[in-house]
């Protein structure tokens, strides 16, 4: 074979084929097949039904949903408890990751056990817990009284303030635990070699640590937030029908007076408010991060 | 050299009765004696009533409970497939499932529907009521020892956050709006039902006394054995009074206004199942004894008139609604109980 058909061989282009499957698609593949079977035929099922009733066609659902004041003021709530649990479970989180995560590796066990532990109880169990502890005679109650805050029982149960400390105290570990594993790949030399260049902790953090930690945030906040505004046993059973939210206007649509139009309008604003969220969160926090990789 | 491959008959045996279980499911499961009943989450169903019944056909319940409309829900889904046999539920719902033709009539041999009223096999029998719970209010004893005397107490502010009011998607939820209705047409219980709207007025002016509107019953009766709240409306005699023989400091309340019969159905799920062990059942269920044991279990007044109670269980005359009234408006009535009762 001369060198001149060597090249030639070489060189040539791979065939093109019209379909083909590598390995890491291969991989992929079931997990494309489930999210299509369990999510996304669901989703389009759901999207029509959004737009038909019993006469056909009709767009009465979201008239309904975004016409009337009372499931407006549904949609506010959910949005407000979806952003309260957020924003408290960062505040609470990320220091508790930053710990967890500069933590001795004994003490690390124990921190993770405290945090993920609660995963393992079902939320039911949980937040009838809760709302045992905020009883008058909870343990709750018992604390403020002895600590001197009030002088009698105060009423916790079934109040916003039970609402979002239980909340927060279900969404917790799922917000420290994507900050945490961002956190735990962080160099310590990049702070320290901050600090030797003269930024305070306070510059630090802010031109630092948390650019460098923002996908940890992001991916927080999306979880958090996504899963918080969709919340249906936690509020129902801390506070009840007094503070209605769109998964409880969807489950009294299908089950109790069988308005599929107004719950697959419900459905769909819902996806459409937590995939916004999800998305603008990402979008603003990928500046930052960028500034942070760069310094 | 090609290799044979041979079977012993132990591996033949397995295989095939790995094949029978695998893929012909019904035929194994067919030996078995087993209903699937879908009715309320009460106590002392599978825990007493339904022993006693299996001990005594030979059968296996297989039970879900939950609330009339989701079981409702659960039986349409499965339509075309019905898996349930018998459905217990409320008669406004029951007259649901009638319309959508998911239930069928009881057949003559529910003998025992001979010795029930006209009143207790509704709608020519379309199903039976197995008791009539009453509902009224319930209250704590340490808190409220003698009861209320009558509904309106309870709109007194000496009440202020210490009201349960069970959501208006439970079937009890009418007690209280009743008792509204009442207090603004002064009519009697039986006949306020077509008023009901003058009620949601009266009962918007309740919302200072309610701590919370609640579809969890087991919560909502939690909170009032432990005193968090002093009322609770309304769950029926069956929760109210089973706890309170229990030693829970409860009392189910006896207001001068009346006491309201849920009337409780059970009924043949349409296509369902082993057809012929639910009619056994539901006739079971029908039966003197069982209606003695039930009256004295679940405090509920029995619905066979051959039944013979304890000498000292005694139930008042309870007042009867018309259900298919309310089966027609109930969706109104959570619409305006949730936006003007229920909000803050």
Not at chain 2, 132 to 138: A, D, E, I, R, T
Request: proline share 7%; with cysteine.
């Amino acid at each position: 074979m001369t060198t001149i058909e060597m090249r030639t061989q070489a060189e040539a282009q791979p065939r093109r084929r019209f379909f083909q499957l590598d390995t890491p698609a291969i991989m992929v593949l079931p997990g494309i097949v489930f999210m299509v079977v369990a999510f996304a035929i669901p989703v389009l099922i759901l999207v029509a039904d959004s737009f038909r009733d019993a006469g056909g066609f009709s767009i009465g659902g979201y008239r309904k949903v975004l016409g009337d004041p009372y499931y407006i003021g549904i949609i506010w709530n959910s949005l407000q408890l979806g952003l309260i649990t957020t924003i408290g479970s960062l505040l609470i989180g990320y220091p508790a990751a930053f710990a967890l995560s500069r933590a001795p590796a004994r003490l690390q066990v124990l921190l993770f056990a405290l945090i993920f532990l609660p995963l393992t109880v079902s939320i039911i169990v949980k937040t009838f817990g809760l709302a045992i502890m905020m009883r008058r005679d909870g343990i709750l109650n018992w604390l403020l009284l002895n600590v001197g805050f009030i002088d009698r029982p105060m009423r916790l149960v079934f109040t916003e303030f039970a609402l979002y400390f239980g909340m927060i105290n279900v969404f917790l570990p799922l917000m420290i635990l994507p900050i945490y594993s961002v956190m735990r790949q962080l160099d310590p030399r990049l702070t320290d070699a901050a600090a030797s260049l003269g930024a305070g902790p306070v510059t630090t953090f802010r031109r630092v640590t948390l650019p460098l930690t923002m996908p940890g945030v992001v991916a927080g906040i999306s979880l958090v937030f996504s899963i918080s505004v969709a919340a249906y046993v936690t509020p129902g059973l801390l506070i009840g029908d007094r503070f209605m939210t769109m998964s409880q206007v969807m489950a009294k649509a299908y089950l109790n007076i069988r308005d599929f139009n107004l719950g697959a309008s419900m459905a769909v604003v819902m996806l459409v408010i937590a995939v916004t969220i999800v998305f603008t969160s990402t979008y603003f926090a990928e500046p930052a991060s960028r500034r942070g990789r760069k310094g | 050299m090609t290799k044979k491959i041979t079977f012993s008959r132990r591996q033949v045996l397995a295989g095939a009765s790995a094949a029978a279980v695998v893929g012909f499911p019904n035929i194994v499961r067919a030996q078995t004696r087993e209903i699937f009943i879908g009715g309320p989450a009460s106590p002392g169903l599978t825990d007493g009533l339904f022993p006693l019944i299996e001990k005594k056909l030979n059968v296996k319940v297989l039970y879900e409970g939950t609330n009339s409309l989701i079981n409702l829900e659960k039986i349409r889904s499965n339509k075309a497939r019905p898996t349930m046999t018998l459905t217990m539920m409320d008669d406004p719902v029951l007259i649901l499932a009638e319309r959508e033709k998911v239930i069928k009539k009881l057949p003559a041999d529910v003998t025992n529907l001979a010795d029930l009223p006209a009143g207790a096999k509704p709608r020519d029998a379309m199903w039976a009521n197995w008791c009539q719970p009453m509902c009224s209010f319930s209250y704590n004893t340490q808190t409220v020892p003698k009861g209320l005397e009558s509904y309106a107490d309870a709109w007194d502010p000496k009440y202020k956050e210490r009201i349960i009011i069970i959501s208006m998607r439970i079937t009890q939820a009418i007690a209280p709006l009743l008792a509204a209705t009442q207090y603004v047409t002064k009519k009697p219980l039986d006949q306020c039902l077509p008023d009901w709207q003058q009620g949601i007025e009266r009962m918007k002016q309740l919302k200072p006394n309610i701590i919370q509107v609640s579809t969890n019953a087991p919560q909502a009766q939690q909170l009032l054995e432990t005193g968090e709240c002093d009322l609770y409306m309304a769950p029926d005699s069956r929760t109210t009074l089973l706890r309170k023989s229990k030693g829970a400091p409860v009392d189910q309340g006896r207001p001068k206004e009346g006491i309201l019969a849920m009337p409780a159905g059970i009924a043949l799920v349409e296509g369902g199942p082993n057809q012929d062990i639910g009619i056994q059942f539901l006739n079971e269920m029908l039966s003197p004894d069982i209606q003695a044991y039930i009256g004295s279990t679940f405090f509920s007044k029995p619905t066979n008139s051959k039944t013979v109670l304890p000498a000292d269980l005694k139930f008042p005359d309870l007042v009867s609604l018309d259900w298919e009234y309310f089966a027609d408006n109930r969706n109104a009535m959570i619409e305006r109980f949730e936006r003007e009762v229920s909000a803050r």
